[in-house]
């Protein structure tokens, strides 16, 4: 928010002004009804790991990251080349595998990726060859103010619906904020939404025009389970786990109180190995029985694609910059973070060595589990990683610590600053949309690096500015 020299820049100069006319008493007391807002909303998700209980309501900063539109438009033209050409990848992955024979990419970082479904997904007739129906790509700031990007997220990425009710909530505790700015709406961003998903309809839709579009849940217990209500309730779509389906004659139906309902597309947000037990885990209890071959045949769409994972694992990251010359001849708009590949002895050696000054991340674990951030840890927990690393190198990736950008917040009555990263959703239909804004995910925890909410990070609005009196975002 703030100059080197105390002052507001340009873009929070209003936004600063109000906050002044506040005292700590009002803030404070707004603070709590917000807070209050989300749990009586039920805005919640689930923590496996918490023993005390599994539910936990999203912790809201009232303070939003304001991005100016310049900024804006190069993040959007940024997220559009980016997703493309990772969509671009998955259809060459599961079919020619152009890039592996140029040798670009090894092969067995493909082959031995525990994401890549090659007998399930090769092959298969993607409706608009669009694998990725919805992505969340995570940005950060490093200390010179340059966004890059952090994380690929093509598989099931969560927390849209925290975007949406943190402008809700923010509206309806600080309006005085709102009538001072022009900042892009987010109201027909749903709308948007729904129409990128019935783009999906498959080949042999019956009314391609009007095509039934559900949401697969795996059900209530899900740490994501808030965000599949609220996307289901706002698309205008049916919520159904996999005992409300069932597969006849290679078709999907839903069972309904009047019968069978044919059904043309499914946004499941069941992971690959348990959507189907005939092509996947036998032993899941979760999924269809029959609906690859439904999907194989053209009577139904799934999305996002299976199969997708293979191109957001974080070894993949890596890659995604030449994949981006290679498909589109295009230089990266925004910047990867550097990454070691711990496979590389040179690499691994130096990470070995220290340790104590990088990031280690698992290549397929999500939410801030199995991480190592090395200025912050202790020698247990360094020499816990060196073995981890000395056994399955393959495993792991690094990264340098990098000065992530901060943005003040405002918890128990006091100013601090605080680490904030930004999840940037992009729509996949007949053309690719950017949700103006995203999630703007913050460290709470004071000192802390890491965002994820099941860390103990929170969420902020975001607000993208318009360019003076233009209407479009």
């Given amino acids: 928010m703030m100059e080197m020299d105390g002052k507001p820049k340009s873009h929070y100069e209003q936004f600063h002004d109000i906050l002044n006319r506040f005292s700590v ?116 700031r490093d200390e010179h103010g340059e966004y890059r990007v952090l994380e690929d997220n093509l598989r099931n990425p969560s927390g849209m619906s925290y975007v949406f009710q943190n402008r809700f909530v923010m509206r309806r505790v600080f309006p005085e904020f709102f009538n001072s700015h022009q900042i892009c709406t987010l109201e027909r961003q749903l709308s948007n939404l729904h129409e990128a998903l019935l783009s999906h309809a498959p080949e042999n839709c019956e009314d391609k025009d009007h095509p039934i579009a559900v949401l697969l849940t795996p059900g209530s217990y899900n740490s994501a389970y808030y965000d599949h209500v609220f996307l289901a309730q706002q698309m205008g779509i049916e919520l159904v786990e996999g005992r409300d389906l069932i597969v006849k004659d290679d078709c999907v139906f839903m069972k309904t109180i009047r019968g069978l309902h044919r059904v043309d597309i499914i946004y499941r947000r069941v992971d690959d190995d348990f959507l189907d037990p005939e092509a996947f885990n036998p032993d899941s209890v979760l999924g269809v029985p029959g609906l690859l071959e439904a999907y194989r045949k053209g009577n139904v769409a799934i999305t996002n694609g299976i199969g997708n994972g293979v191109a957001d694992d974080k070894a993949m990251y890596a890659y995604v910059p030449d994949m981006i010359r290679y498909y589109l001849d295009e230089e990266p708009l925004i910047k990867n973070v550097e990454t070691y590949f711990l496979r590389d002895r040179e690499a691994r050696e130096h990470v070995l060595e220290n340790l104590d000054k990088l990031v280690v991340k698992n290549v397929g674990s999500s939410g801030g589990y199995d991480m190592l951030i090395g200025p912050h840890a202790t020698k247990a927990e360094i020499d816990l990683f060196r073995e981890k690393i000395i056994q399955d190198p393959a495993q792991y990736i690094a990264q340098p610590t990098i000065k992530l950008s901060r943005a003040p917040a405002f918890q128990k009555e006091r100013f601090y600053p605080c680490h904030v990263d930004l999840r940037v959703y992009v729509m996949g239909g007949k053309k690719l949309k950017v949700l103006p804004g995203g999630l703007s995910r913050v460290a709470l925890k004071e000192g802390s690096l890491v965002v994820n909410s099941s860390q103990g990070g929170g969420g902020k609005d975001t607000w993208v500015l318009k360019k003076g009196s233009d209407d479009s975002c």
């Fill in 25 to 140: 008493e009002d803030l404070h007391e707004k603070n709590e009804t917000a807070q209050l807002s989300f749990l009586r909303q039920g805005i919640t998700f689930t923590v496996y790991s918490d023993k005390t209980g599994t539910e936990r309501t999203m912790p809201f900063d009232f303070i939003p990251v304001i991005i100016p539109p310049d900024q804006w438009e190069q993040i959007e033209k940024g997220m559009k080349q980016r997703v493309k050409a990772l969509n671009l990848f998955l259809e060459d992955v599961y079919n020619d595998q152009q890039i592996i024979k140029d040798g670009l990419i090894p092969r067995e970082l493909i082959e031995e990726n525990p994401y890549y479904y090659k007998e399930q997904a090769s092959g298969l007739k993607i409706p608009n060859d669009s694998h990725v129906f919805l992505a969340g790509i995570d940005l950060i």
